[in-house]
């Protein structure tokens, strides 16, 4: 399988090796700053999953996994992977 595009559903800015998230103290965070993409969102500190990750670029929000765009070809065979696995009848 491929590896997805990532970049901002909003404005299509790309992340680059450089940029780093903040684990915000004022949420709940422990202040940590890494690239939220290395890590599937999840905070190296403290553990924290971020469901929502800041476009540096627009300043919006999106849910961290609406970043991930994968191949067209890849998106299909998730799909059909989907429909084999649910159970007979449904």
Known sequence: ???????????AWRPLGTSRWL????MGGCGTT???FWTGGVCP???Y???I?????CKQFALHR??????ESDAHH??????TEQPAGQ
């Open 66 to 71: 609406d970043w991930y765009h994968w191949p």
């Open 34 to 36: 890494w690239n939220t």
């Open 1 to 11: 399988m491929s590896e997805p595009d990532i970049y901002c559903p909003h404005c």
């Open 78 to 83: 998730l799909d059909r992977t989907r429909e």
């Open 53 to 57: 990750t800041a476009c540096l670029a």
């Open 49 to 51: 999953r971020w469901e």
């Open 45 to 47: 500190g403290c553990g």
């Open 23 to 26: 684990c915000s103290h004022h």
